[in-house]
Structures are given as structure tokens and as C-alpha cells.
T-cell receptor, first 117, second 116 residues
Framework: AQKVTQAQTEISVVEKEDVTLDCVYE???????LFWYKQPPSGELVFLIR??????QNEISGRYSWNFQKSTSSFNFTITASQVVDSAVYFC??????????????FGKGMKLTVNP | NAGVTQTPKFRVLKTGQSMTLLCAQD?????MYWYRQDPGMGLRLIHY???????AKGEVPDGYNVSRLKKQNFLLGLESAAPSQTSVYFC???????????????FGSGTRLTVV
């Protein structure tokens, strides 16, 4: 079975601080995909990134960066110089391909980030 | 705009009433999913479908039924609503390429359901 753990439930920072959101996953499969989604107060789910298990390169997109480490089964997300607009609930998720097509996205419980001005 | 459309966006039901949530996608995606989101629980999979005419149970299927009569639509039914089904419901769709890689996971904007 697959499992995603986001140990932090809520974080509050002051604008311009850097913040890292932790994600630890569990799977016995060697091929899998990891995702991060953002859910702003408006409620929709916004896709941020997808990473496959064979690509351990870190990724940077503007103020966002992701650190994927298979050795520790972690896929952490860092926001540099946080802004008020980053305030949201962030979800880490895992998907394992299945030949039968029965794969699905398994979510962590989410982490609420509040960025104060 | 292309994407996943959920109707209705909000609904209040009385205990015991029934209703159907509609999910429609216009991306020709093969796979569709229904999730529920509850505070502190993340999103949990209710049911999913790997193609027209097929459905399967997810993590929390009890009290719900689904149907996928057309590829573009995935319906979630509550036959006898209970207060425990108060939640935000999200539909999603995805597709798999020729290499078997699952892309997409496009989500609808959600349906906020309250059962009183």
C-alpha cells in the first residue's frame, strides 16, 4: 500500500522568510510519481509539480524548489522569500502505475501555510 | 475552457435525501475519480473509473454509488445522505500515454455538500 505523510499540519511565517514543507512517502514499487498541489483559500486544487521516481534531480521554478531524495523517501518543497499569496494548504501526493489502470493519487493530509505581512 | 466541471458547486441536503453530483470532462481522459476532502484528512478516494462502463471502489466507498455511462461523465450518488457525508467533493480525470505514464490529474473546482 502507498502512504504519504506530511508531519507538519500548520506553519506560520512572516513574509520574506523561507519555508520548507516536508513530505515522506511509502511504497514498495520502484516506479512511482510524486506530486505537490496547492489549495488556496478559494478552494481549487492547483498542480505545482510532478516528479517520477527515476529523476532525482532537484527542481527550481521561480521561488519554488523541490528536493527529491529516494534514500530517505522524501520529496520536500521549499518556498523562498515567501509572500502572502503563498498562504494556502499544500498537499503532497503519490501515484503508482498499474497495468490494470487502477492507479490512483494518494494524498497526504495537507499542511496549512500562513504567510503574514 | 477545457477541463473538469463539477455541478452543483454547493448543496444543502437533509438527512435521508438523495442527490447526484455530476462531473464532466472534455479532455477525452480515460480515468476519472471522486475524492472527498475533510479537515485534517487530506483527500480520500471514494470511487474511480478506468473507462466507460467501469467503476471501482476507493478508500471510502460506503454510502456512495457511481456510474460512468459516458466517457466524459462520472456521476457520484448519495442514496440516503448522512451528516457524516458533509464534505467537499472533488472530481478528477487523467490519461495515460503510450508508455503507460499517467498524466494530468486535472481537478474540478469542488462541490461543497452539507447534510443537516
Amino acid at each position: 500500500a502507498q502512504k504519504v505523510t506530511q508531519a507538519q499540519t500548520e506553519i506560520s511565517v512572516v513574509e520574506k522568510e523561507d519555508v520548507t514543507l516536508d513530505c515522506v512517502y511509502e511504497t514498495r514499487d520502484t516506479t512511482y510519481y510524486l506530486f505537490w498541489y496547492k489549495q488556496p483559500p478559494s478552494g481549487e486544487l492547483v498542480f505545482l509539480i510532478r516528479r517520477n521516481s527515476f529523476d532525482e534531480q532537484n527542481e527550481i521554478s521561480g521561488r519554488y524548489s523541490w528536493n527529491f531524495q529516494k534514500s530517505t523517501s522524501s520529496f520536500n518543497f521549499t518556498i523562498t522569500a515567501s509572500q502572502v499569496v503563498d498562504s494556502a494548504v499544500y498537499f503532497c501526493a503519490l501515484s503508482v502505475p498499474r497495468g490494470s489502470g487502477s492507479e490512483k493519487l494518494v494524498f497526504g493530509k495537507g499542511m496549512k501555510l500562513t504567510v503574514n505581512p | 475552457n477545457a477541463g473538469v466541471t463539477q455541478t452543483p458547486k454547493f448543496r444543502v441536503l437533509k438527512t435521508g435525501q438523495s442527490m447526484t453530483l455530476l462531473c464532466a470532462q472534455d479532455m477525452n481522459h480515460e480515468y476519472m475519480y471522486w475524492y472527498r476532502q475533510d479537515p485534517g484528512m487530506g483527500l480520500r478516494l471514494i470511487h474511480y473509473s478506468v473507462g466507460e462502463g467501469t467503476t471501482a471502489k476507493g478508500e471510502v466507498p460506503d454510502g456512495y454509488n457511481v456510474s460512468r455511462l459516458k466517457k466524459q461523465n462520472f456521476l457520484l450518488g448519495l442514496e440516503s445522505a448522512a451528516p457524516s457525508q458533509t464534505s467537499v467533493y472533488f472530481c478528477a480525470s487523467s490519461y495515460r500515454d503510450s508508455y503507460g505514464i499517467n498524466y494530468g490529474y486535472t481537478f474540478g473546482s469542488g462541490t461543497r455538500l452539507t447534510v443537516v
